[in-house]
Structure formats: structure tokens, C-alpha cells
């Protein structure tokens, strides 16, 4: 069934490149991944040991925990509004917010107050979200653009790094796009001229392109910041977005397929492994205050758990943990800090309405 299923997605593309030419890397990636028949979120359990990857709420049940603190603080910043919507983007299998709302839940007002909701595009996780998050009567949104208006904060962790982008490579006459074509019955690389003006990307990055650099843009991620930061600017507001990329833009190729926790090829068995690319923490958070927001980072993930409390939100668990609890605990905390982990790869970005205080934690 497997099988059947993956050559069915190498079948899908086949026939979409031989009816419309080579295809964007934005399209092969948005194809791979959420293509209703056969994409990798429809059909794969990623996450967990017996997944392909694991994420920091999967890790250690205080980076959920710490989020709900978060969430309380900017709640509180906004003046505790009686009504708020908590909006989740990608919520995975709903244990970030399940954890985060475990903490929120001694507030009585907060959980009174707030309006959940989910955005997510699969429906085998909206149902694992429906069994996590039942009591919070969660509304589920396959984008942004039905989300409802009104004081909101937004999480989102390891959301952006699945949004699709397209690679752009240096050629001594000027940058032209790659593309997936099918070479001799297989999927290959291939380059073709640009459909959009790069000027204004390329710009933000320090140094002149030698031949050969790749340049990556995500338009889908940028209109989503940009689209959140114009609501914030007119509307009360906060948003957080953990992800592992790089703080400045700048060039490489930083397209990944990861299958049972190995890298693999990402153009061989489309729509089974995991894809996704670094996120340009520079190019979003010049997004947000082009649209009108202020932003604030990037961060590394290690500075900001440790100044939301992780390492005494761990102790105080451990009080109570037993020998076998301990050790997850602490290892937990250990591979979400360490800089040989996800201390600094990961960052953090937090957008807000400019008459708000910082958030918490920046
Ligand atoms: N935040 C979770 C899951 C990260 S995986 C965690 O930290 O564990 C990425 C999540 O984003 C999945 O839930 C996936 O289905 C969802 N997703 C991927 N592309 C999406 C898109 N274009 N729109 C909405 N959700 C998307």
C-alpha cells in the first residue's frame, strides 16, 4: 500500500510536468507535502521516535508549558482582553497547545476568554488536534484568510520550514530559477528563466552572488507574516514563530528531505519523506515591519526558553519525577538549549501591534 501510494505521487507529478513544463520547487514542495491524494501530511505519521522527525513539544512537555506562560504574559500586556483568539498555525498532533493551555487552565479568565483556533491544511491531523483539544472547542481553518478579526495571539512552531520556496541560482548572466523537469523518466533538476523580479530579495543579503549560489525565497511565508503584522498594526496583537533557519539572509541551499530521521534524496520517493528548507528569519521579520508591526529577534532558541524559565520549570518538575522521568526531563531540556542541538539552530521571532509592550522573553 506504501508502494502504491508513492509511485502514485512520482505518477501525479509525472503527468502535471509533461501537461505544463518543469515545475517551481514552491510547487514540487507544496505538491510533496499536502497534495490531498498523496502528499506526506496526509498520509505519514512524521513525528515521535517511530515518525521521521521530532519537535520540541514532542520533546519535553515544558516547551508547551512555556508557550502557555507566554501566551498568559502577552494576554496580560494586552490588558486581558474578555474576548481573544489563541491561533495556532500547524499545530502537528496539538501537544504544544494541549501543554500550554495545561498551564493557562489555573487562570479562570484566560480560558474564559479565549477562542481557539487551528490552522492547518491535513485532515488526519485535524483529527488527532480534535482529540487533543476537544475541551477547548477548537475552530480549524485551512489558511489564514478565514481567521477572525479581534485581539489575537499566534504561535506557530516548525510551521514556516514546510511553507514552499523556490531556489534561485546565480549564472554568470544573472539568476534564473530551479526547476523539477523529468530527464530521461526521472525527476531532475533544471534551470529556467525567472518569472518574478529578484532585485528586492537579493538585496538583503551582504555580499555579491558567485556563480553557482542559490538563492531561496518564500513568498507564501512572507504574505502570511505580512498579512499578520498589517492585522496587528490596526488590531491588538502578538505573534511567536519558532523554526530552525538563519537570522540573516543569505545564500545556500538549504532544501532537506528527512525520512525515520535521516536525510535523503529529496527528488526520490516524492510525497514519503519529510521536505522542508531553513527559514529566512531576515527576510520575515523585514515582512512584518514593511507591513506595519514591530519585530523583535531573532533570537536563538537556547536564550529564549532560558529567560522564559526552563531550566527552573525542569527543576520544579523533576521535584516530583520519577528516576525514569528525570532523565527525560533533563535530556528533554538539554536537546532543546544545547548549541549542538536545537539551542541555536532554532530561532525565535516574535512580530507585535507597535503600541504594545516587548514580549516576554525578547
Ligand atoms: N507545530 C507542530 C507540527 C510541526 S509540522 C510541532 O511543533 O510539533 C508542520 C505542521 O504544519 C503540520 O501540522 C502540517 O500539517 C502543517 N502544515 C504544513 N503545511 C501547511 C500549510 N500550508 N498550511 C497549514 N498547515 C500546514
Known amino acids: 500500500m506504501e508502494k502504491n501510494h508513492m509511485s502514485g505521487m512520482l505518477d501525479h507529478l509525472k503527468t502535471r510536468i509533461s501537461q505544463s513544463g518543469a515545475i517551481t520547487v514552491a510547487d514540487y514542495m507544496f505538491e510533496c507535502l499536502t497534495n490531498p491524494e498523496h502528499g506526506y ?3 505519514n505519521e512524521p513525528f515521535g521516535i517511530f515518525g521521521d522527525f521530532v519537535t520540541a513539544p514532542e520533546i519535553s512537555q515544558v516547551f508547551g508549558e512555556l508557550m502557555g506562560l507566554w501566551a498568559v504574559h502577552q494576554w496580560h500586556a494586552m490588558g486581558k482582553p474578555k474576548l481573544f483568539n489563541l491561533i495556532e498555525l500547524g499545530p502537528g498532533r496539538g501537544t504544544l497547545m494541549s501543554d500550554a493551555l495545561r498551564v493557562a487552565n489555573g487562570l479562570p479568565e484566560f480560558i474564559a476568554g479565549l477562542n481557539l483556533h487551528l490552522v492547518e491544511t491535513s485532515h488526519r491531523l485535524c483529527n488527532i488536534q480534535k482529540q487533543a483539544l476537544a475541551q477547548f472547542k477548537p475552530t480549524w481553518h485551512n489558511d489564514i484568510s478565514s481567521l ?3 485581539p489575537t495571539i499566534v504561535i ?3 510551521f514556516f520550514d514546510a511553507l514552499p520556496i523556490h531556489q534561485l541560482e546565480y549564472t554568470g ?3 534564473l530559477e530551479r526547476r523539477v523537469a523529468v530527464i530521461h523518466g526521472q525527476l531532475a533538476f533544471t534551470l529556467w528563466p525567472l518569472q518574478f523580479p529578484i532585485d528586492a530579495h537579493v538585496s538583503l543579503t551582504s555580499r555579491q552572488p558567485s556563480v553557482g549560489d542559490i538563492f531561496e525565497i518564500s513568498p507564501e511565508s512572507c504574505k502570511i507574516i505580512s498579512e499578520l503584522a498589517s492585522r496587528f498594526n490596526s488590531q491588538s496583537g ?7 533557519g538563519h537570522s540573516r539572509s543569505g545564500y545556500g541551499d538549504t532544501l532537506q528531505a528527512v525520512k525515520a530521521h535521516a536525510y535523503a534524496d ?3 520517493n516524492p510525497g ?4 522542508t528548507a531553513h527559514v529566512d528569519f531576515g527576510a520575515l521579520s523585514k515582512a512584518a515591519t514593511t507591513a506595519g508591526a514591530i519585530a523583535y529577534g531573532v533570537k536563538l532558541q537556547s536564550q529564549f526558553l532560558k529567560l522564559l524559565g526552563i531550566n527552573e520549570r525542569t527543576d520544579a518538575l523533576s521535584a516530583q519525577a520519577t528516576p525514569d522521568q528525570l532523565v527525560q526531563l533533563n535530556s528533554g531540556r538539554d536537546r532543546l538549549i544545547m548549541d549542538d542541538q536545537m539551542g541555536s539552530l ?3 521571532l516574535a512580530i507585535v501591534d507597535p503600541d504594545l509592550p516587548p514580549p516576554s522573553g525578547f
Not at 272 to 275: E, I, Q, W
Open 266 to 268: 529529496v527528488l526520490m
Open 41 to 43: 501530511y496526509v498520509h
Open 272 to 275: 514519503d519523506s519529510d521536505l
Open 148 to 150: 477572525p478579526d479581534g
Open 238 to 244: 502578538y505573534g511567536l514563530f519558532i523554526d530552525y
Open 346 to 348: 532554532f530561532k525565535v
Open 173 to 175: 548572466n544573472g539568476w
Open 156 to 158: 506557530a512552531n516548525e
